[in-house]
C-alpha cells in the first residue's frame, strides 16, 4: 500500500478493519504536518525542558485522537480534523510545560540560606497564601474557569486563548498559527467578550 493510491476515507475505513498497514500508512502520511508544527512550536519553546522529539510524540497521538474519534457525518474533512487535534495536543504540552517552568521558578526556595534569611522562609511557611491545600483549591478553581471559557471559543480561539494563558506575545501567537497580528488581536477581542459573559454566570 502506498498513501498516494488512498485517500484519508480510504485509510481510515481500512485502519476500521484493524488493517496495521493502513493505520502505518495514514502516520506516514501526516508525519510532514505534524514535524513542521512541532519545529515551529519548538522554536518559541527552547528552555523549557521539552524536546523537539516530546512535541513530535504528542503530534502523534494527536493524529491518533483525530482517527480514533473522526465522525464522517459532520461534514468536516479528515485533514481539518487531524490538524486541530494535533495542533491541540502539541500546543497544550507546550503551554503546560511553559507554566510548569514558570511555576517552578516562581516558588521555588533555596535548600540551603543565610542565618539572617530564615525568618523569610519561616514568614513563607505560615502564610496562608502558599498553603499546599490552598494552592490546589485555587488551580481547580483557575482550571475549571478556563475549561469553561474553552467551551464556548472556536477551534482558533481556543488555540489563542492557551497560547496567551501561557504568557506568548500576540507576535509569537501569530508566528505559531501563521496568522497576521490583527487576526491575532481580533481574536483576542471576542475572547474577552466570551470570557466575560462565562464569568457573569459562574
Given at each position: 500500500?502506498?498513501?498516494?493510491?488512498?485517500?484519508?476515507f480510504?485509510?481510515?475505513?481500512?485502519?476500521?478493519?484493524?488493517?496495521?498497514?493502513?493505520?502505518?500508512?495514514?502516520?506516514?502520511?501526516?508525519e510532514?504536518?505534524?514535524?513542521?508544527?512541532?519545529?515551529?512550536?519548538?522554536?518559541?519553546?527552547?528552555?523549557?525542558?521539552?524536546?523537539?522529539?516530546?512535541?513530535?510524540q504528542?503530534?502523534?497521538?494527536g493524529?491518533?485522537?483525530?482517527?480514533?474519534?473522526?465522525?464522517?457525518?459532520?461534514?468536516?474533512?479528515?485533514?481539518?480534523?487531524?490538524?486541530?487535534?494535533?495542533?491541540?495536543?502539541?500546543?497544550?504540552?507546550?503551554?503546560?510545560?511553559?507554566?510548569?517552568?514558570?511555576?517552578?521558578?516562581?516558588?521555588?526556595?533555596?535548600?540551603?540560606?543565610?542565618?539572617?534569611?530564615?525568618?523569610?522562609?519561616?514568614?513563607?511557611?505560615?502564610?496562608?497564601?502558599?498553603?499546599?491545600?490552598?494552592?490546589?483549591?485555587?488551580?481547580?478553581?483557575?482550571?475549571?474557569?478556563?475549561?469553561?471559557?474553552?467551551?464556548?471559543?472556536?477551534?482558533?480561539?481556543?488555540?489563542?486563548?492557551?497560547?496567551?494563558?501561557?504568557?506568548?506575545?500576540?507576535?509569537?501567537?501569530?508566528?505559531?498559527?501563521?496568522?497576521?497580528?490583527?487576526?491575532?488581536?481580533?481574536?483576542?477581542?471576542?475572547?474577552?467578550?466570551?470570557?466575560?459573559?462565562?464569568?457573569?454566570?459562574?
Amino acid at each position: 500500500m502506498n498513501y498516494h493510491d488512498y485517500n484519508d476515507f480510504e485509510l481510515l475505513s481500512y485502519i476500521a478493519e484493524n488493517n496495521e498497514e493502513a493505520n502505518e500508512i495514514i502516520f506516514q502520511k501526516y508525519e510532514p504536518l505534524i514535524s513542521s508544527f512541532a519545529s515551529k512550536m519548538y522554536r518559541y519553546c527552547k528552555n523549557s525542558g521539552l524536546e523537539l522529539n516530546d512535541l513530535i510524540q504528542e503530534g502523534r497521538l494527536g493524529l491518533n485522537l483525530a482517527i480514533n474519534n473522526y465522525n464522517y457525518t459532520k461534514n468536516t474533512k479528515f485533514y481539518t480534523y487531524a490538524k486541530m487535534c494535533i495542533e491541540r495536543n502539541i500546543i497544550t504540552l507546550a503551554v503546560q510545560s511553559k507554566r510548569l517552568k514558570h511555576r517552578c521558578l516562581n516558588e521555588s526556595i533555596p535548600l540551603e540560606v543565610p542565618e539572617a534569611e530564615k525568618y523569610k522562609i519561616n514568614s513563607f511557611v505560615a502564610d496562608k497564601r502558599h498553603n499546599p491545600e490552598q494552592q490546589v483549591l485555587d488551580y481547580e478553581i483557575e482550571k475549571e474557569m478556563t475549561d469553561k471559557i474553552k467551551n464556548v471559543l472556536t477551534d482558533f480561539e481556543a488555540k489563542v486563548f492557551e497560547l496567551k494563558l501561557a504568557s506568548f506575545t500576540y507576535r509569537e501567537i501569530a508566528g505559531i498559527l501563521d496568522k497576521d497580528l490583527k487576526s491575532i488581536d481580533n481574536a483576542m477581542q471576542r475572547i474577552r467578550i466570551k470570557a466575560r459573559e462565562q464569568l457573569k454566570t459562574a
